[in-house]
């Protein structure tokens, strides 16, 4: 695990409420309809059906419930948080470091180019609404490669809420990314796909308390059967999804 210099370590991030013009600016940032590519990823979910069986509403559950609390919570939601800091108070320094970590700990290739690739439609997609906004497009610009993570932490910090409401949008977009490729590839039943999204969001406040506790010794990427799942999707035979 790479550790960062106790320098490149910024305050905690106090703000605790979020108005409604903010709330709003969540919502659009975790909806599906952002064109940013990330319906066209299962993450892993794809392999899983296929190798490990997923084939019951909540054996997906399950699935999905356990990545959220022992994959994200402890690394993409945790970077999300500290990013968040680092976006607000300028330090492009820890921005590049965390990026760079994000990036050199995706363990495959699918799932390194899918963060890529969504960081760098974000971001393109923030320099359109900030057309004009030399210090916003300069932001945008920091990260030679973004990850998705600090792109989307960078999307946040630009709104006034909360760190823990800003981790509750990034959640919840996933999750419901997620039900709707279970939806698709098992295949389930809207209803079944909507059960399973309660389940998940019931976990989201616990996933996001973690996320807000990591600190960069206990921020970690380590999920060798994801890995490994995600390296044999790049030669399943048949697969709707890129990830």
Known sequence: ??????????PVDN???TE????????WLASPALPIGGFSYSEVLESAIERIGLREAADVSEWLRDQLLLVQARCDMALVAQAIVAWRARDHARVIALNTWALQTRESSELRLQTEQMGRSL???LRHQHNGDDERIAASRVCASPCYPVAF???VSLTGAS???CLHSFAFGWAENMVQAAVKAVPLGQSAGQRILA???????QAVTEALATDDNSRQA?????AILSAQHETQYSRLFRS
């Open 123 to 125: 971001m393109g997609w």
């Open 222 to 226: 380590f999920a060798p059967m994801l």
């Open 199 to 205: 389940e998940l969001v019931q976990a989201i406040p």
């Open 163 to 165: 760190a823990a409401s």
């Open 1 to 10: 695990m790479n550790v960062l210099p106790a320098a490149l370590v910024a």
């Open 153 to 155: 932490a960078l999307a």
């Open 15 to 17: 703000r605790t409420s």
């Open 20 to 27: 409604p013009a903010d709330l709003l600016q969540l919502m």
